[in-house]
């Protein structure tokens, strides 16, 4: 390409001028434009929050906090992460890498925060592929039975708090299984729900952390007993949580408490 671009039908001298002029002109043009390509713009540094979700029988004592023995959650407390870290581009798209009953339950925990109000849209899609999912789920060995059921990482940009993926791992030494109702009297002792833990999970995914006054929240910080299925359902707190970081009334985004007024040590249940 260098060569073409010299005039052919013309005397050595002439060429090698032409040839010395063009070397000047392309090292000018590189000296202009080098300070730009000394420094492209630069990939955001990102930070990792990650959760480690156990499960933690829980026996206390202590009245329920409905006071009619339901599993209806009642607080409307929330944190969030690092000051409101969110998700800025929608939809978010995941891939979940398990069989079919398990993606079933998970699609379920998905949509238990897709479908509650929010002003972005769709919030979650399925992606084309695991390499262009936003947020990916799959099951693998972490510590053993019990001790860790999942856990969830999330990175995001702190200059602008935006979460940029996530993953989320459940812990495949545990036994899962998948219960017929939404239910907390109904669960069996036979493994742990996917879709009670997928919701919680995914609640870490959208931004908010862990709660501890009401065990009957999804973000409440333990999995209680196994087969619990109370953190299917979003509870007032999870809900204002969510619209706290994506443009509800609540507004803020800040680490928020809505209004928790129950004392400490009433809000766990001895039974559900
Ligand atoms: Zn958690």
């Known amino acids: 390409m260098f060569q073409s671009l010299i005039i052919a039908p013309t005397s050595n001298r002439f060429t090698v001028i032409k040839t ?3 070397v000047l002109a392309l090292l000018l ?13 630069r990939a955001p540094e990102l930070e990792t929050v990650t959760f480690i979700d156990v499960f933690r029988p829980t026996h206390e004592a ?4 409905d006071g009619d023995g339901s599993c209806t959650a009642q607080s409307s407390s929330y944190k969030t992460i690092r000051g409101g870290i969110h998700w800025q581009t929608f939809p978010v798209t995941y891939w979940i890498v398990g069989n ?6 998970m699609v379920n925990a998905v949509e238990s925060w897709d479908n509650e109000e ?4 769709d919030f979650f899609a399925p992606a084309g592929s695991e390499a262009a999912a ?8 972490i510590d053993g039975p019990s001790g860790t059921l999942a856990v969830t990482g999330i990175s995001f940009n702190p200059a602008t708090k935006e979460i940029v993926r996530a993953t989320v791992t459940f812990d495949s030494d545990d036994t899962w299984a998948n219960q017929p109702t939404i239910s907390c009297e109904d669960g069996s002792l036979n493994g742990h729900d996917v879709e009670n833990v997928g919701a919680h999970e995914f609640g870490h995914v959208i931004g908010l952390a862990h709660v501890n006054d009401d065990s009957n929240l999804t973000m409440y910080t333990f999995v209680t007993q196994p087969g619990e299925t109370m953190k299917r359902s979003l509870g007032p707190g999870d809900r204002e949580g969510m619209l706290a970081l994506y443009g509800g009334a609540s507004g803020g985004g800040d680490e928020g408490d809505g209004g928790n007024s129950c004392p400490p040590g009433h809000a766990r249940r001895n039974l559900c």
Do not use: K, Q
């Open 134 to 141: 936003d947020v990916v789920v799959r099951w693998a060995s």
């Open 20 to 22: 010395a002029s063009l």
């Open 29 to 41: 043009f590189s000296f202009s434009i080098s300070p730009v390509l000394a420094n492209p713009e």
């Open 118 to 121: 929010h002003p972005v849209g």
């Open 62 to 65: 202590g009245p329920p906090i």
């Open 100 to 105: 079919p009953l398990d993606v079933a339950a």
